[in-house]
Each structure stands twice: as C-alpha cells, then as structure tokens.
C-alpha cells in the first residue's frame, strides 16, 4: 500500500464484531530516557524491557557532539545574517576523542567557518574538557560546549531512539501486528490485540514525559471497518510483511543448520517464533474470514528447517545429559 487514505479505512464503531482492528501509528523524535524509569515503566505496563549494554564512551562522545547543533538568524545594520553552529572532526590523538565547535556563516557565494572551542575526551584519566573558547558575539561557545558534556553524560546511562524502538517492535510483534508497507511506524493490530493497543499509547505518553531532549513523542490509533474492501488491503499487507519475516527466518534458521550450531535454547527459541508466525497466520485468516494461501510454500520450507532446529536441539540437550 503506497498510499492509504485514511478517511477511507476509518471507522466509527467500538464494536469488535464490526471492526477489522486498529490502525497505529507513531513517532520516536530524539528520545533520551534514563534506564531506570524506562525498565520501571515497562515493569508497570507489562511490556517486555530491553535494556541493552551500556553505552561505549566513544559512541556517546560522537552522539553528544553530534547533537550540538543550531542556526542563529541576527540582523546588523539591516543585513540578515545567518550562522550554523556545530562539531565536526579534527585531528585526533592517542587514547583522546576530539571533535570542534565551528560557526558556519552563510554567504551569497561562498561559506566561512571559524572554529569557537576544541571538546575532547580523555579515555585513560576518563576525563571530559573543553578549551581554546572563543569568545564571538552572537554564539556562546561555552554554553554549546556544556550542554555537550551534560549530552555525553545522558548517552551513557539513557536509553535512546534505537533501544526504545527495539523495545516497541517487539511488544507489537507479540500482538501480531503487521507493519505497513512504506516509510514510518505503521501497523494494522488484529481485533484480538485491540485492547493492548491503549497500553501501548500510555506507554508512548508516559516515555515522552521523562524524555530528557526537548521533543515530544507522537502516537495514535483509529479502528479500521471491516468490509472487503479493507480485508482485501490488510490481505496484502499481511502477505508483504510476513514474506519478509519468512525469509529472515529461513535466512536464520539454514545459518544455524549449516554452521552446526550447538546452543540448543537459541535454536528452540527460533522454532518458538516460527510457530508464532504460523499461529499469527491463523489469527489473521479469522480475522480476515479467508484462507491465506498465497505464501503456503514458503511456509512449508520453513515448517521443515523449524523441525531440523527442533530435532538437533533434543539431540543436543540428550548428549550432554548422557
């Protein structure tokens, strides 16, 4: 679906016998939300935390600098003047991160840059400093440069936009939502997971309250009628969405065959999810009141690589219990 127009899928009705299911959709922004009341809200809702590994201090260097950034519009004697503030690379040292503020100004034919700080990272004294401030009427160098080091604090003990995706894709692929093709966070949510879909907006406006960035974070839903128009279009998604999944798994599951895996909990874990994508598949075709035949092969090869998973882990777990 390249297009959806929304008026078109809408429907008024809460009724779940006279719906198909929700449309969902949201944004992330540039999130920043300490660990600690991520885990704690996601204990609270029910949502399956992942933390993730805490963060290197060079990535959170290069994330802190990389977010220093702004455009200053100031007029002079009745001339528009426009600057760039940012960090960019410089030449770097042994054990040392180094990235300079410089002010980019705008001209009509060509731009100039002049450099207002050095911010840098001592690895082995695990030090944070910055020095050779400029001193420049229109760009308070100094204040860039702290808000730097409180940004490089944050990325080390926050989650950010890719662990919060993370924790939010999972949650909806365990209400077998299907992600809408295109760009975005788009998914249709079966009747069966309407009611997790309001747990999931709490979610997403409780994440926005504690995000430590200046942005909010935006989520909805609205329920989708269920007629043959709408049940033909979810049809199709589904078989999008599920084809790629399939090939991930089939992608999976051969590696672990031909490299002899010997970790048997990882193998059944993926049996565990190719069961759950066939299970999905069941709940769809109630859903959608039609068989889904159009991916049945592809769903025959990875029934037979999820049984090859199955049998080397029992044959595993039975060596080692021998």
Known sequence: M?????????GSSQNGENV??????????????????LSELCGGMGIPYSGGNRVSVSDAFRSATGDIKDRIVTK?????????????????????????LVKETVGRQTNTYEK???????????????????????????????RAE??????????????????????????????????GHLYFVPRQFMAKVDIFEDFIEMVSRENRNDTS???NSFYIIDDEKQRQKMTEEFYSAVKKEIAEYQERATYFIDTGSQSPSVMERWVTKIQALETKKRHYE???RKELSGLDEEYETLRFLSQELSLRAQSIRFQKAA
Do not use: P
């Open 116 to 146: 207002l700080a050095n911010i840098q990272y001592d690895k082995q004294d695990m030090l944070f400093g910055y020095d050779n401030i400029i001193h420049d009427m229109d760009v308070d160098a100094a204040a860039f440069c702290r």
């Open 150 to 183: 409180e940004l490089f604090e944050l990325y080390q003990r926050c989650a950010n936009r890719k662990q919060l995706e993370t924790i939010c894709v999972n949650f909806l692929r365990g209400i077998e939502a299907t992600k809408i093709s295109g760009t």
């Open 217 to 219: 974070l935006m989520c």
């Open 76 to 100: 002079e004697y009745g001339e528009t003047r426009i600057y760039q503030v940012y960090c960019r690379d410089n030449e770097r040292a042994d054990g040392m991160l180094s990235r300079e």
């Open 286 to 288: 109630e859903v959608l």
């Open 20 to 37: 198909l299911g929700k449309f969902l959709y949201f944004s992330l922004s540039n999130i920043l939300i300490e660990k600690e009341q």
């Open 2 to 10: 390249e297009h959806i127009n929304f008026k078109q899928v809408m």
